[in-house]
């Protein structure tokens, strides 16, 4: 099912680096409404739990410390095709790679520290705005 709905968290990094007026103007002025929003940090469990899919990579580890070490931005963005829209506007994994414009490429200092994270499917949004928000802090 399309929900026209994507999940984002602007990551310990951007929020280190006071980049999360920059970022969300971004968002912004690429179209997306906001639906729900929160200043929130991840325990060691939620981090685990939350990129279960990549536990036996060699990168897991220093992930996992890097997306518990402060507090990030958990957010909810609506636009019509949010999910291709909103992976196409944050840009590659790898800053390096990501195209010129993109927030990635605009913010982000490394493969790890990338300053965003998009939802890379209709079914994973779903996951991870249930992870955060609970039906009632989204509007
Ligand atoms: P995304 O969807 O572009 O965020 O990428 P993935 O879902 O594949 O990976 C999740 C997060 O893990 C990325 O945003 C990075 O922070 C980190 N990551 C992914 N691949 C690598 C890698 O090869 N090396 C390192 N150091 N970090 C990675």
């Known amino acids: 099912m399309r929900t026209n709905r994507t999940f984002t968290m602007l990551k310990p990094d951007a929020l280190e680096k006071g980049m999360i007026g920059g970022i969300l103007e971004k968002i912004n002025s690429a179209g997306f409404r906001i639906v729900g929003m929160k200043l929130t940090q991840m325990s060691q469990k939620d981090a685990e739990s939350f990129y279960a899919v990549h536990s036996n990579r060699p990168f897991f580890e220093g992930l996992v410390a890097f997306m ?30 990501a195209a010129e414009g993109t927030i990635r490429k605009l913010f982000a200092s490394s493969m790890t520290e990338n300053a965003v994270h998009g939802s890379d499917s209709d079914a994973n949004a779903a996951i991870e705005t249930a992870f955060h928000f609970s039906e009632r802090e989204l509007f």
Do not use: H, M, S
């Open 68 to 97: 518990t070490r402060g507090p990030i931005v958990a957010a909810v963005l609506e636009k019509e095709n949010a999910i291709e829209d909103f992976r196409a506007l944050i840009g590659a994994t790898n800053p390096v790679e």
